[in-house]
């Protein structure tokens, strides 16, 4: 079977799963969230390992639960859990028997604030009433996705970054292009909750900010020299691939919508 054949059969399985856990948001979303950012941050912290560092990969599984547990259910205690989760992972790798860094807990600790904290953002995102903001934002990324792919291979002749071979100039304006189309797409359905400001705006900013969070894992694995993050999605990668973009755009469009709207 082929990759793109692969891709395709993933996409037609996986895309209903996840946007009716979108739809349907609390608990469904929450659990949701929950086992993808473990997925997440297992990838990430196994990725370095190639470098000979060791994060603590289960320890940061465990703390970014409750990390993301304490912020679903009590909102009230999340310094005081970041301040803890800070202190025990500095703590078990100092008290580690073997493979004992002191790169191992910034890598962890890194892992949760770039992986976990824009999990919680969508789940907060998800509380703003009228609309569904996640969906919107998904839909975006998607859309940016599968236009610079399709632009770079047909049109692309300027590499983008020597990070990522495949990627082009070409492409990326395509993807850009076609994001904010999408954006206003939504806008002419929602004009009373989303404006035409708002959709130029998040439009752009998912646009550009999207492409940069994939260079950036794209970055991550040329640095750890892995192809994928790791290979449990057939013609895919990881799962961190997948969700390279949405973790890195997540705390933009929270900012935006909460605090500058």
Not at 29 to 51: A, D, G, P, Y
Not at 109 to 128: A, D
Not at 208 to 232: A, H
Request: a positive charge; aromatic letters at 18%.
């Amino acid at each position: 079977m082929s990759n793109i054949v692969k891709r395709v059969l993933i996409g037609v399985i996986g895309i209903p799963i996840i946007l009716f856990l979108i739809f349907k948001g609390g608990l469904y979303f929450f659990v949701f969230t929950l086992i993808v950012q473990s997925v997440c941050l297992f990838e990430f912290n196994k990725m370095f390992e190639k470098r000979k560092y060791y994060p603590l990969k289960i320890f940061a599984m465990l703390c970014s639960l409750i990390f993301l547990c304490v912020s679903y259910f009590l909102e009230s205690y999340i310094t005081l859990c970041v301040l803890s989760i800070i202190i025990l992972t500095v703590s078990v790798e100092v008290f580690r028997k073997g493979k004992r860094n002191p790169v191992n807990p910034v890598i962890s600790i890194f892992s949760m604030l770039y992986i976990t904290v824009p999990f919680i953002l969508l789940n907060e995102l998800l509380l703003i009433n009228n609309f569904n903001i996640v969906f919107y934002v998904v839909v975006l990324i998607w859309s940016c996705d599968t236009f610079a792919y399709f632009g770079g291979k047909y049109f692309g002749k300027h590499l983008l970054s020597s990070i990522s071979p495949k990627k082009t100039w070409e492409g990326s304006v395509i993807g850009f292009i076609f994001t904010n189309i999408a954006s206003l797409i939504f806008h002419f359905y929602f004009p009373e909750v989303l404006t035409l400001e708002d959709a130029l705006i998040v439009g752009s900013a998912v646009g550009i900010f999207g492409q940069i969070g994939d260079l950036f894992e794209s970055m991550l694995k040329r640095y750890n020299e892995v192809k994928d993050s790791s290979n449990i999605i057939p013609g895919h990668g990881g799962v961190l691939d997948r969700f390279d973009s949405l973790i890195f755009v997540s705390p933009i469009v929270f900012v935006y919508f909460n605090y500058l709207k």
